[in-house]
């Protein structure tokens, strides 16, 4: 069993920045791939970014040139930095791994 724990959302201005990360924890040699998802209401919930223990990094278009996703094998936690943030950015981000997913974490992005 694996256990992850976001942390970092809250409230930003259009054009700032946050730094989400999730800890993992558990039965670790089964995570090959760690990944953060969002879901706004509504709507369902979609890939924001993968990456795969060996740093290989997938993103969703949206967010290409603005989020970059990060892992630290060694503290077994995987970063979100998240720059240039927009309205649409907000949502609850969840993190995944090992077909586990976090409690998720608010992103609001507003003025």
């Known amino acids: 069993q694996v256990q992850l724990v976001e942390s970092g959302g809250g409230l930003v201005q259009p054009g700032g920045s946050l730094r989400l990360s999730c800890a993992a924890s558990?039965?670790?040699?089964?995570?090959?791939?760690m990944g953060w998802y969002r879901q706004s209401p509504g709507k369902e919930r979609e890939l924001v970014a993968t990456?795969?223990?060996?740093?290989?990094?997938n993103y969703a278009n949206s967010v290409k040139g603005r989020f970059t996703i990060s892992r630290d094998n060694a503290k077994n936690t995987v970063y979100l930095q998240m720059n240039s943030l927009k309205p649409e950015d907000t949502a609850v981000y969840y993190c995944?791994?090992?077909?586990?997913w976090g409690q998720g974490t608010q992103v609001t992005v507003s003025s």
């Open positions: 995944n791994a090992a077909m586990k």
């Open positions: 558990g039965s670790m040699f089964s995570i090959v791939v």
């Open positions: 990456i795969s223990i060996r740093g290989v990094t």
